[in-house]
Structure formats: structure tokens, C-alpha cells
């Protein structure tokens, strides 16, 4: 999110708001469920990085995932994804 700030108001906001939300930091399983994603869903359907160790990240911990980009994630199976809207 962070990274789509195009300005010092938008950083500054974006910041606001993540504020309110727990920070869950990457341990070994979490890890390894990302390159399980990778090797699985790099080639078939182009699954980035970041991506990966987001899914990863909601798969281990057993949270549901929100994405404005649904297409990223949504061949990923067991994963419980939830639209967001403009």
C-alpha cells in the first residue's frame, strides 16, 4: 500500500490507516507456503512475490484476504478472498 502513495498526503493517509492494524511478520511457514505458491503459480499465472507472500500470509494465519486486485489471488486455492471496491 505504502509503495501506491504517489505524494506526502497520500503517504500520510495510507499511514493513518494502516495504524490501525496489527503488523504479522514472515516466520518459516509463512516462507515456505510462499514458495510453495511460486513454484505452483509463477509460470501458470504470472504470481509475484509480493504477492505470494501475501496469500502465504492469510493462508498460515488463517485470515481472510481483501484485494482490489481479486485477479491476483483468486486461482489460489483454500485461500478465503474478499472484493474491495473503489
Known amino acids: 500500500m505504502l509503495f501506491g502513495a504517489t505524494n ?8 493513518k490507516k ?3 492494524f496489527s503488523i504479522i511478520l514472515i516466520n518459516e511457514r509463512i516462507n515456505l507456503t510462499a514458495i510453495s505458491l511460486i513454484q505452483d503459480y509463477k509460470l501458470s499465472h504470472g504470481l ?5 507472500l501475501i496469500a502465504a500470509t492469510a ?3 488463517k485470515l481472510k484476504l481483501f484485494s482490489y ?3 491476483d489471488f483468486k486461482f489460489i486455492a483454500d485461500l478465503t478472498l ?3 471496491k473503489d
Open 48 to 52: 509475484a512475490l509480493a504477492d505470494a
Open 82 to 84: 474478499y472484493p474491495l
Open 69 to 71: 486486485n481479486i485477479r
Open 8 to 15: 506526502k498526503p497520500d503517504l500520510y493517509i495510507i499511514n
Open 59 to 61: 493462508l498460515e494465519t
Open 18 to 20: 494502516l495504524s490501525r
